[in-house]
């Protein structure tokens, strides 16, 4: 009874150790990579001299626009199916995710560098690293080196470019605008709206819900293979993957177990089953032995490699991976400006919102079209102030927060942006402190008084009635150039009616005129007198008149 113990307990034992090499191999083990399905031949790996490449201009390619904005966009949906295709029973899944922008990525062969470093692994060790909910193998590499072939775009990185060659490609922009097709250089360098995601197939499945792989054939360079490569890799069942989206917006993930030419689906199979799912755009991706379907970290699908051993089946080494997984949010950062809870960015800061957190909002007035909202709040331009710059800078005062002091004079008006004066009617200068010349008035000064006799009139309106100072009237009265009266011109007389300084004026000049003609009749009359004095007391001489006037005519 012993011995009998004894001898199930070993078997047991190898019977565990077998299991554990099992599972090893076949999540980690090391395939023969010997179930190959290639686009083009096997002694032939498709080169570049194959295809001229398109490096500008707009290529054949569909585009749908982003799905609204959702917070929780939910787990992805994943179908197991067993249908039948011509009378085969073909294995498979079919996984739908929403918010594709948020829950899709492109991953490179055991993470970041991949590519760079020719790195191969299994779809399990990528997708664990990343917590891919669901993952597949994606896009083509040479078997021989590793190297990631075609366009690969993974979380905003360019790692690999076909440098214009023409593939079927799916990826996704940074607003979320899905593309599918074929694309130039330039549009997958892109920056105004960059692919955030990216990655090549061969032959594109699905165009705008109707199959489109004959013309496909024709665009991906059919003729310069060797005879019949390509159209067995179209035509030849094997196990099949492809990516694309549904009328909703939402990405789709496609994968059949196969191996080639004994079970699984070819690509005209694969497409008319998208179809009946509601796939409106799809390309196909690497497929045979690459074909790889993780869920939740764990491989469930039944890989066609063998193991070294040849006795268990092991999942390839493979190179990109497409992968669903949590929310994310896009950027990861937030833009600097807020943190990602649960898929969704939750803004720091008073202004910055949006659902990346890349736009500042200072309010609905959202600084009054008068300063630059930033992240502090409103920046209010030059002689503006207040939360939302709506104050116009007041009491004198303009510049950047009102802090300078205008000098404007006699009332004129201070730009409160750059403290510049605007004159009112009379004044000029800089500073409006010079009044208008004698015969010009108005803004500026730049109208000419039109008042009788070129008499100068009022600087601020050019009313010709206007009192002038008395320092200004004697001015003009000196200048014997206009006389001004109060009350104008009399009407009967015509005679001018002069102001009362004027009078005080001429009365002083009429009284002076008297006294110096008084002065000047008493100094005469003084003179007379004093001659006449002179004379009376001097001698006398007698002179008969007829010795004065001549003799007298006696006769007469």
Aim: aromatic share 8%.
């Amino acid at each position: 009874m012993a011995a009998s113990m004894s001898r199930w307990l070993m078997l047991f034992l190898v019977l565990l150790g077998s299991f554990r090499d099992s599972s090893a191999d076949f999540g980690s083990g090391v395939s023969r990579d010997d179930d190959l399905l290639l686009p083009y031949s096997r002694a032939r790996v498709r080169s570049r001299r194959d295809c001229t490449p398109v490096r500008t201009g707009v290529r054949e390619h569909e585009t749908w626009p982003p799905a609204p904005a959702t917070r929780g966009a939910g787990p992805p949906e994943v179908r197991t199916f067993v249908s039948y295709f011509a009378d085969r029973a073909v294995a498979g899944h079919l996984t739908r995710a929403a918010a594709p922008l948020r829950t899709f990525s492109v991953l490179e062969p055991g993470g970041r560098g991949g590519c760079e470093a020719r790195r191969r692994a299994t779809v399990e060790s990528t997708a664990r690293t990343a917590a891919c909910q669901v993952a597949q193998n994606g896009g083509f590499f040479r078997m021989d080196s590793g190297e990631c072939l075609g366009n690969v775009v993974s979380d905003g990185r360019l790692v690999s470019s076909s440098k214009g060659l023409q593939n079927a490609q799916f990826g996704i922009r940074r607003d979320g605008t899905l593309v599918t097709g074929y694309l130039s250089e330039e549009e997958v360098l892109n920056t105004e709206n960059p692919f955030v995601q990216l990655v090549s197939g061969v032959v594109w499945l699905i165009r705008n819900g109707s199959t489109y792989i004959n013309e496909s054939l024709a665009t991906e360079c059919d003729e310069t293979q060797e005879t019949g490569s390509f159209s067995k890799f179209v035509n030849v069942i094997s196990a099949r993957t492809a990516v694309g989206h549904d009328w909703e917006g939402k990405v789709v993930l496609f994968h059949a177990d196969g191996q080639t030419e004994q079970r699984g689906i070819n690509l005209w199979e694969m497409a008319e089953f998208l179809l009946q799912q509601g796939v409106v755009n799809a390309i196909n991706l690497d497929g045979g032995g690459s074909a790889t379907f993780v869920l939740n970290g764990t491989l469930a699908s039944y890989p066609s490699d063998h193991c070294k051993d040849n006795m268990w089946r092991c999942p390839r080494r493979v190179s990109t991976v497409v992968c669903v997984h949590e929310p994310r949010c896009q950027p990861p950062d937030c833009n600097g400006h807020g943190t990602c809870v649960q898929g969704s960015c939750q803004c720091t800061g008073r202004f910055w919102r949006g659902e990346t957190c890349n736009e500042l909002d200072c309010g609905p007035a959202n600084c009054s079209g008068h300063g630059l909202c930033t992240e502090d709040g409103c920046s209010c331009n030059a002689g503006w102030t207040g939360s939302n710059c709506t104050e116009a800078c007041t009491n004198g005062s303009f510049g950047d927060s009102c802090a300078q002091k205008c000098q404007c004079q006699n009332g004129a008006a201070c730009d409160p942006a750059h403290g510049t004066c605007t004159c009112p009617p009379g004044f000029i200068g800089d500073l409006c402190a010079q009044e208008c010349p004698l015969g010009w008035y108005g803004p500026s000064c730049r109208n000419h008084c039109e008042c009788e006799h070129s008499c100068p009139c009022d600087p601020h309106t050019g009313n010709c009635s206007f009192s002038w100072s008395p320092a200004v009237t004697s001015l003009l009265s000196q200048g014997k150039q206009c006389f001004r009266s109060l009350q104008g011109t009399v009407r009967a007389g015509g005679l001018p009616l002069f102001t009362g300084t004027t009078w005080l004026v001429l009365i002083l000049i009429l009284v002076f005129l008297l006294l110096a003609s008084t002065v000047l009749n008493v100094a005469l009359l003084r003179g007379s007198k004093l001659e006449r004095n002179r004379h009376l007391d001097g001698d006398y001489a007698y002179h008969p008149l007829q010795e004065t006037m001549g003799p007298v005519a006696a006769e007469e």
